[in-house]
């Protein structure tokens, strides 16, 4: 060890968890019948991102657009925590939570990064033990009423660098450890001095 401060950076979706969450947490919210209605609407949006040709960030913003906007952000978060305390358990890997509690009996500072909404990964990060959330933010359009737009950025990719770097006040002092398992993670990889990609390392090994 070097002797600087430890951080731990986790991706969510597929790193901590075995699958993507936001669809699940949308059938959830809105059941089968909106979703299977939402796929017909929003069919050139999935092709065009299933193509390369529109980017991550922009057809989440418009799968979002079209399920939140104009809802309450307040019922939002309601249903954040209940997906974060019912549901979600179920998709954690258990080798992530060993990796996690290893670093957590380290005395590390554990953060996930996630490009998935703030409304339910952070109720999960805290019950979890993480010490920081850092994950995509929705917009307000007034009245508490979401626009289902990103508050800042999607948090994917440089982002995820940039939220990190601003968290901790520049990376310079510290030893970081990163988890990740898609090209949505390589900037975070890339900065880390311990970079895992679709693996975790036993428990207790230190490396």
């Known amino acids: 060890m070097s002797g600087r401060p430890v951080v731990a950076a986790f991706d969510f979706d597929g790193t901590i968890t075995y699958r993507d969450t936001l669809l699940p947490f949308l059938l959830r919210l809105a059941g089968w019948g909106a979703l299977l209605r939402a796929a017909v609407v929003l069919l050139p949006t999935l092709l065009g991102y299933g193509?390369?040709?529109?980017?991550?960030?922009?057809?989440?913003?418009?799968?979002?657009?079209?399920?939140?906007?104009?809802?309450?952000?307040?019922?939002?978060?309601?249903?954040?925590?209940?997906y974060a305390r019912v549901q979600l358990p179920a998709m954690v890997r258990p080798a992530a939570l060993a990796r996690l509690h290893w670093h957590q009996r380290q005395g590390h500072r554990c953060v996930v990064i996630s490009a998935s909404i703030e409304h339910y990964v952070a109720p999960w990060a805290r019950a979890a033990?993480?010490?920081?959330?850092l994950a995509t933010r929705l917009a307000q359009e007034g009245a508490g009423r979401l626009s289902g737009r990103y508050a800042g950025e999607n948090c994917y990719g440089a982002e995820k660098e940039r939220r990190l770097r601003q968290l901790l006040g520049g990376l310079a002092n510290v030893e970081i450890y990163a988890y990740g398992d898609s090209r949505g993670d390589r900037e975070l990889l890339a900065l880390a001095d311990h970079a895992y990609y679709r693996t975790m390392p036993g428990e207790g090994d230190g490396a």
Request: proline letters at 3%; one cysteine or more; glycine letters at 10%.
């Open 51 to 82: 193509l390369r040709l529109i980017p991550n960030g922009v057809a989440k913003e418009r799968v979002l657009r079209h399920f939140l906007a104009g809802m309450d952000d307040a019922a939002l978060r309601r249903a954040g925590e209940d």
């Open 129 to 133: 033990g993480f010490h920081d959330c």
